[in-house]
């Protein structure tokens, strides 16, 4: 079992930035691709905006927050992160972190039906 807890989100406005942090335990962290993913109330999707691979080099970023967004890992120190910079009212979700074992150095995982382990997910809140 892994246990993912996010923490890092807030109400920020408009233009500002937050960073994302999400620390996990367990099994070895350098063993999982990791993915951030959001979901806005409603029903809506839950979308994967950032994606990186088990060793950090590989990364994925959804268009909406390309150049926004950065999805960064400490294999020392178990911690996936994600910078936000220049938030807009549509990044207000509840932010998810989520793993899966990965025998690839270098695979992203965008499809949130492949992840086997997911925090319990913190509030951004952008306001306008």
């Known amino acids: 079992q892994v246990q993912l807890v996010e923490s890092g989100g807030g109400l920020v406005q408009a233009g500002g930035s937050l960073r994302l942090s999400c620390a996990a335990s367990?099994?070895?962290?350098?063993?999982?691709?990791m993915g951030w993913f959001r979901q806005v109330p409603a029903g809506k999707e839950r979308e994967c905006v950032g994606a990186i691979s088990k060793n950090g080099v590989s990364t994925y970023y959804a268009d909406s927050v390309k150049g926004r967004f950065t999805i960064s890992r400490d294999n020392a120190k178990n911690t996936v992160y994600l910078q936000m910079n220049s938030l807009k009212p549509e990044d207000t979700a509840v932010y998810y972190c989520a793993g899966v074992y990965s025998a690839s150095y270098y695979r992203v995982v965008l499809d949130k039906s492949k992840y086997d382990y997911w925090g319990q997910g913190t509030q951004v809140t952008v306001s306008s």
């Open positions: 367990g099994r070895t962290f350098s063993d999982y691709a």
